[in-house]
């Protein structure tokens, strides 16, 4: 007997987009466990599937003169009514009805089918958005429920949590929305779950992929993106092309292309910055907005470097709440610390590129003495600079007066370390103290110069200069 699903079978595609294979296989198998439920073995069944979606079910049976089994036997004169040609001893295929399989035969192929589509249904969305697995699409809020949203995604509903949401976006239940695939899995309980998010970096490079060919095309390629959703985000580019400029083609003429993609993160701040395998360069660059007026690498090895600043940058490269100098942290992979030139001088730390100036343009007099202000530039080890400046001894002269006993108290001072400063400091500083003894004597003598007269009357000691006498009041000539 044939079975025709062409009408059932298309439905099912248009509406669940089930492969049409997938479809008949699973039909064949509930055949095959009905077929064993009422006869108790599937070992003489055939199916065959003709063009489109019909099958063909058949018993295989011998042809006998006496039947002793009807399910592997048959008649020679009900072999003659399917096929005239039929002989004892052939084999032959009898048309099978499924019908006769019996109520709960057919009850649990159903159930078979119902449940194998479900599976082959929960697969084919699960494939689909595998497939589709950090990629941009689109879908509707269908509704939020504990700062969870529910995407409307088609055929499925995508989770958007609140964590994946980026903080200063809004949201409306049946709002077209653009979100990033960012997990596709089944669970313990074989049921499937899509992730979505607006806040992983890759949500913005899809977006800028989307805005900018360049990219898209691997003209420009993206080096590194950085993002602190809601406030701002970075991103090194660079091209291997000479004549093509990375962040000119990213941004656009006046900003349209970038603009489209500050538009869709609701006016979250994007920098575009060139990628440079020169580590100071590369830095600079990150810092922007600040305008950077020198890069200092401290430590090659542990990458760590400092950024000076003018006073009125500095604010910018730190940023609001310390975010721009994070994300720049991020980017370049370096611990970058700012300071003013201010700042730095005071802590010893640029001063070697101080000195070096000094000495480029410094007389060629040979015996001129060169001053000597701040302890990088004192003979001592590096141990006690160290030292000196962590204990926030900066310059020479705060180091005037003290001992050797007052170094051993200072932090990270051994008693040779004080022994070798306070040599040095004995050996090579002189104290200058004014001679104040001197300078009273000289005012003494100057005032002993002075003539004095006394009163004819009282005796009261008077200067030249007065003519009545402050005891008595006679006025009197010299």
Known sequence: MKLDLTE??????????????????TVEEAIKKAYLKYYGTTENLVIRNEDDYLINIFSKKDIVENVEDDLFEITLEEARRINKDADIGDSMLVPCNPEEFGRIAIYLAKQIILQRLKEIEKNSIFSDFKSKQGELIIGYIQRIKNDIMFIDLGNFEGILRK????????????????????????????????????RNPDFVRKLIEVEIPEIYD??????????????????????????????GACVGQKGNRIQNVIK???????????????????IKNAMIPAKIENVI????????????VDDSQLSFAIGKRGLNIKLANELTDWEIEVKTEVQAIEAGIIIDKIKEAEELFKSSDEDSEDSIDYIADLDVSQAIKEALIENSINKIEDLIGLTEEDFTKLKGFSIE???????????????????????????????SEEVIYQCPDCGTNISEDTKICPNCGVEFEE
């Open 163 to 198: 964590t994946d949401q980026s903080p200063h976006e809004t949201y409306q239940v049946g709002e077209r929305i653009k979100v990033l695939v960012q997990e596709v899995k089944n669970n313990k309980q074989g049921n499937l779950s899509v992730s979505l998010t607006r």
């Open 8 to 25: 059932q079978i298309k439905e099912i595609q248009s509406n669940k987009g089930i492969n049409g294979e997938l479809i008949m296989r």
């Open 264 to 282: 869709e993160l609701e006016g979250e701040k994007i920098d575009i910055l060139k990628y440079s395998s020169d580590p100071k360069e590369f």
């Open 297 to 308: 690498i401290i430590d090659t090895d542990k990458k760590k470097a400092l950024v000076i």
């Open 417 to 447: 370390m004080a022994k070798e400063l306070a040599t040095y400091i004995e050996e090579n500083f002189e104290v200058v103290e004014e001679d104040t003894e001197e300078n009273n004597n000289e005012s003494e003598d100057e005032e």
């Open 218 to 247: 691997k003209t420009i390629q993206i080096f590194k993106i950085v993002r602190e959703a809601g406030y701002r985000t970075k991103i090194a580019v660079f091209s291997s092309k000479d004549e093509v400029d990375p962040v």
